[in-house]
Nanobody
Framework: VQLVESGGGSVQPGGSLRLSCAAS????????MGWFRQAPGKGREGVAS???????TYADSAKGRFTISQDNSKNTLYLQMNSLKPEDSAMYYC????????????????????????RGQGTKVTVSS
């Protein structure tokens, strides 16, 4: 399994970015996909997830501003981020965890669990004026 993120960068507060995650090697659709982030000196935080049935979950910090979606024909996961704030600055990781659904708070840890979860190398988002 390989997950490759792209789309990070530097933006001013209030700006937007769209992160993409190209997935390969997932043998079936029974995966919960998600995004989590980690800021310097802080722990991992689940941002948004989409389960195998298409249901979505968002962290309170992301609700109303971020939208997770996927294009199954392209095996690509997206995270549209609007109204970005300086506190959104972090490394953002794409994750895939085997199973229909998982709690958003569990995805950052499960993504490192052998044979169960996977994550990419991350893409950096910096929000500053």
């Amino acid at each position: 399994v390989q997950l490759v993120e792209s789309g990070g960068g530097s933006v001013q507060p209030g700006g937007s970015l769209r992160l993409s995650c190209a997935a390969s090697g997932l043998t079936d659709s029974n995966y919960c996909m998600g995004w989590f982030r980690q800021a310097p000196g802080k722990g991992r935080e689940g941002v948004a997830s989409i389960n195998s049935d298409g249901g979505t979950t968002y962290a309170d910090s992301a609700k109303g501003r971020f939208t997770i979606s996927q294009d199954n024909s392209k095996n690509t996961l997206y995270l549209q981020m609007n109204s970005l704030k300086p506190e959104d600055s972090a490394m953002y990781y794409c994750a895939a965890v085997r199973g229909r659904t998982w709690r958003l708070t569990d995805i950052p840890v499960l993504s490192d669990t052998p044979t169960l979860g996977y994550r990419g190398q991350g893409t950096k988002v910096t929000v500053s004026s």
